[in-house]
């Protein structure tokens, strides 16, 4: 059983930064691919950025050039580094992560980017 604990979120003026949390209960991070997510009320989860085991990463076109994923394995933890907010960047933020063919989803942080 894997638990992911995100935090980090709040409240923020838009062109501001944040720094989004994942921390995982087991050493998990360094053998599997982890991914962040967002979700705004009333419309489906969309996928936000993608780290591999390798260290290699992904973005949505949305987000490219703003965010930054990074992984200590060391501490278990997963960051996502929000740079110039836009209020469409507000959504709850979930991590992600797939393990022995079981989903493990984050409970989720809220971002709010308004003024």
């Known amino acids: 059983q894997v638990q992911l604990v995100e935090s980090g979120g709040g409240l923020v003026q838009p062109g501001g930064s944040l720094r989004l949390s994942c921390a995982a209960s087991?050493?998990?991070?360094?053998?599997?691919?982890v991914g962040w997510y967002r979700q705004v009320p009333g419309k489906q989860r969309e996928w936000v950025a993608n780290?591999?085991?390798?260290?290699?990463?992904a973005y949505a076109d949305s987000v490219k050039g703003r965010f930054s994923i990074s992984r200590d394995n060391a501490k278990n933890t997963v960051y996502l580094q929000m740079n110039s907010l836009k209020p469409e960047d507000t959504a709850v933020y979930y991590c992600?992560?797939?393990?022995?063919?079981?989903?493990?989803w984050g409970q989720g942080t809220q971002v709010t980017v308004s003024s």
């Open positions: 780290i591999d085991i390798g260290g290699s990463t």
């Open positions: 087991a050493s998990i991070f360094s053998h599997y691919a």
């Open positions: 992600y992560t797939f393990v022995g063919g079981t989903d493990y």
